[in-house]
């Protein structure tokens, strides 16, 4: 595996030159260094490399902004970028602009060969513990988590009466009878917590769920 490092220590670059052969039984290989964020995508250009590991927090341009130019300048290279702090913004930054990998610049040089031939397996890597912060910053809370809540037969009946169908219309749709489209209904409005189905048209088209947001079509019956 052809490697390249784009980090503005020098040392840093160089070690990493010297211990990844070794480490690796000659599988992974530094085959160019810069200093330089702005010279990151012809470097990788030059060099054909497989892996560009990248530290984010570089002079201007940056590290974000290297990572989407190698992206940018070959498809196929696999980015890992590398960060002295594990600030969940700076990650999600970089695995935006085109990262396949975050990991702590403070590792032991030997902690990062499984990392990159994981990353060149078509693999993405985070530590443990970002990953669940990422995961728990994504979940969706409020209005957005409701429709996850309900089955399948509850989404329906909630696009339903969002699209402003009145009780003979849903009991035909749901081949049921008026009685019992009552009670699903009734039933679907202490789901939602709402006390109308004007409301519940309403808070569907909050969440983007049915066609008419708001059931503004036709007047619920």
Same mark, same amino acid.
Request: charged letters at 25%; aromatic letters at 0%.
């Given at each position: 595996m052809d490697v390249v490092v784009i980090d503005d220590h020098p040392l840093f670059s160089?070690? !990493?030159g010297l211990l990844l052969p070794g480490l690796s039984g000659g599988r992974v290989r530094v085959v160019g260094t810069t200093e330089? +964020?702005?010279a990151a995508a012809a470097l990788v250009r030059r060099h054909h490399a497989d892996v560009? &590991? &990248?530290d984010l927090h570089m002079p201007p341009p940056g590290g974000t902004r +290297?990572? +989407?130019a190698v992206r940018r300048a070959d498809p196929l290279v696999r980015v890992v970028a590398l960060s002295g702090l594990g600030e969940a913004d700076a990650a999600l930054e970089a695995l935006r602009a085109g990262a396949a990998a975050f990991l702590?610049?403070?590792a032991d040089p030997e902690m990062l060969v499984r990392p990159l031939l994981a990353v060149l397996d078509g693999w993405s890597v985070v530590p $443990? +513990? !970002? !990953?669940r912060r990422l995961l728990a910053d994504a979940r969706p809370t409020g209005d957005?988590?409701?429709a996850e809540r309900l089955t399948a037969d509850e989404r329906r009946l909630w696009r339903l009466i969002a699209d402003g169908a009145s009780t003979v219309e849903i009991a035909t749709t749901l081949h049921v009878s008026e009685r019992t489209t009552k009670r699903l209904v009734a039933h679907l409005l202490r789901r939602l917590d709402v006390a109308t189905? &004007? $409301?519940a048209a309403a808070l569907a088209g909050r969440v983007g769920l049915g066609r008419d947001a708001g059931g503004a079509g036709r007047p619920a019956g």
């Open positions: 160089r070690g !990493l330089d +964020a702005s560009a &590991v &990248v +290297a990572i +989407a702590p610049k403070t $443990e +513990a !970002l !990953l957005q988590g409701i189905r &004007v $409301e």
